[in-house]
């Protein structure tokens, strides 16, 4: 049962991550994107599909070296650079922001 009921936020920890990952729905994905100042198009989804199909396959979220070679495997090498992702999502740590906007966990070695 999802958690999240119209025009509430979703239940997250102090890092932004949601507490129960379970209740992801693309529509949360577009609740904490804007929170963070982004709008979510259709480039922005299939990275945070990827990004839970590598968590539904291996178990973990994927830190940016994993997350990129496995976009290049899925999505094509054009979509597999860092430069793409900061231009999508920001600049930072990309694969924590796209963990966080696809309901995942935080990403091993990011602090």
Request: with cysteine.
């Amino acid at each position: 049962m999802n958690e999240v009921l119209a025009g509430a936020e979703p239940a997250v920890d102090e890092d932004g991550h949601l507490l129960h990952p379970g209740s992801w729905t693309p529509e949360i994905a577009g609740i904490l994107a804007a929170q963070q100042g982004l709008t979510l198009d259709g480039r922005h989804r299939e990275v945070l599909e990827a990004a839970r199909e590598f968590y539904a396959r291996f178990q973990r979220s994927p830190a940016t070296r994993p997350l990129l070679k496995y976009l290049a495997q899925t999505l094509g090498p054009e979509k597999a650079t860092s430069i793409y992702l900061m231009q999508l999502f920001g600049g930072g740590t990309q694969a924590r922001t796209i963990a966080r906007l696809a309901g995942l966990p935080k990403p091993p070695n990011c602090i």
